[in-house]
Each structure stands twice: as structure tokens, then as C-alpha cells.
């Protein structure tokens, strides 16, 4: 049950909803090839500051999305509280 899952802290969906697209795939080999190139070009502790870099993106991004699904989910919410509440909704009493 959602509600059941909500409370036990299951739905987390930045964690547990990926991306299957074969775009996604290959961006990610991409990134992956690119950290181990430069892993073997950078001194460890320039390697060091290029992964603080782009955790720093990680978590832009994620604070990105986040606002953008809140956004989203209350407009959605606000969108079904004004169709329930319109004339043109069949009220039964």
C-alpha cells in the first residue's frame, strides 16, 4: 500500500528510480571513461578536487529536481482540488 510505503520510508525515488534509456546508458559510460581518464592524468589531489566538483553538480542537480517535483506534485494537487470543486464535476449528495 503508497501510504504504508510512504511511512516506512520505501519511496525515494532520486535512489530508486533510474533511467533506462540506451541515452542515459551511454551518457553515464561517458562519464565513467572520461573520471578514469583524467583518474590517470590529475595528481590525486587535483582528481580529488574534480570528484568535489562534480558531487557538487550531483547535488545541484538533485536540489534542482527536487524543487522542480514539488513544484510539480503541488500543482497537480492544487490542479484536482479546482476540477473537484468545479460546477462541471458531478457532485453526488
Request: charged share 25%; net charge negative.
Amino acid at each position: 500500500m503508497l501510504l504504508e510505503a510512504l511511512f516506512n520510508g520505501d519511496i525515494y525515488a532520486s535512489e530508486n528510480v533510474v533511467p533506462k534509456s540506451e541515452q542515459f546508458k551511454e551518457t553515464s559510460a561517458h562519464i565513467s571513461e572520461t573520471m578514469t581518464y583524467f583518474e590517470g592524468k590529475l595528481s590525486p589531489e587535483d582528481y580529488a578536487m574534480l570528484e568535489k566538483l562534480c558531487d557538487s553538480y550531483a547535488d545541484e542537480g538533485n536540489m534542482t529536481n527536487e524543487c522542480q517535483f514539488k513544484y510539480g506534485f503541488t500543482m497537480g494537487v492544487l490542479l484536482m482540488c479546482e476540477i473537484f470543486h468545479s460546477p462541471f464535476f458531478p457532485h453526488t449528495e
